[in-house]
């Protein structure tokens, strides 16, 4: 069919159909007239790009959708978190409709710039799941209000954050964390986030209520399903990206000194440690 029925169908206009014809989203052939003409398959294509439009997904993520015909739990997750984030912003602007403090509210806009920068930093860094837990991990803690000292120590991390290439996941290990994480929506990661820190504060008593648990995962990492998997490549792939980036060196402190909060958590997480010696 020619362009001027593709458009009664699906409703896009000629513009639209062009900008997505040089995205590659869809190939229409063209006869020897140089007129393009379009079959079913590309009509369903633009009416699911429409409808992806519709929803918010910019062309990158639509791209990735026309390619794998589903849509990733991490851009699942990346959409629940600018949910929360909007959430928030209406929040505050009710706040000023309603009269409060300008200074208040100026506070809480801070606070919601520097989650957005360490989450895009991380995220950056590592695409996917493991840059959106990392970041889930940090986030209990970073609801304190910055003095200048500490804003000076949040600029080094972001500068320092900046400096880092991103991890180097193969094609392989990136669809292997996608799979393993595909039932992890956003609120399921905050949670085990907070049930971790309940952990960390009491973990005396979580060892003794999960001592079967922790026995099974520690024999687990001693077999031999686990030494050949591809999540211990993954995991010792990260583990050396932060040795060799010196994360815990320059990173850790620079976290413990803008966040008091993680500092008293990692005090805890250090004396787990020696405790398990």
């Known amino acids: ?81 600018r949910i929360e984030r909007s959430i928030k912003q209406n929040d505050l602007i009710k706040k000023i409709i309603d009269g409060y403090e300008v200074s208040e509210i100026e506070v809480e806009i801070k606070k919601l710039e520097r989650n957005l920068t360490i989450y895009d930093r991380l995220t950056r860094i590592f695409p996917g799941y493991f840059g959106q837990a990392i970041f889930a991990s940090y986030k209990p803690f970073l609801k304190t209000i910055l003095s200048d000292d500490n804003n000076k120590s949040f600029e080094r991390y972001i500068n320092y954050l900046d400096s880092l290439e991103e991890i180097p996941f193969s094609e392989e290990e990136k669809k292997y964390i996608e799979n393993i994480s595909r039932d992890i929506d956003k609120e399921s990661l905050d949670d085990i986030n907070h049930k971790k820190i309940a952990a960390i504060n009491d973990y005396k008593k979580w060892t003794e209520d999960n001592e079967e648990f922790i026995k099974a995962y520690k024999e687990y990492l001693e077999s031999d399903d686990y030494k050949k998997s591809l999540g211990k490549t993954i995991r010792e ?36 440690d020696t405790f398990n010696l």
Request: aromatic content about 12%; cysteine-free; hydrophobic content about 35%.
């Open 1 to 81: 069919m020619y362009i001027n029925e593709v458009i009664k169908i699906t409703g896009l206009s000629r513009k639209a159909l062009a900008y997505y014809e040089e995205k590659g989203l869809v190939i229409p052939s063209r006869q020897d007239n140089g007129y393009r003409t379009y079959d079913k398959e590309d009509v369903d294509n633009l009416q699911k790009i429409s409808l992806l439009k519709d929803l918010d997904l910019n062309i990158s993520e639509i791209k990735d959708f026309m390619t794998n015909q589903k849509i990733s739990s991490s851009l699942l997750r990346e959409r629940q978190e």
């Open 237 to 272: 792939k990260i583990e050396k990206y932060f040795i060799d980036n010196n994360y815990y060196e320059i990173a850790i402190p620079l976290i413990r000194d803008f966040a008091p909060k993680y500092d008293a958590f990692y005090k805890k997480l250090l004396e787990i």
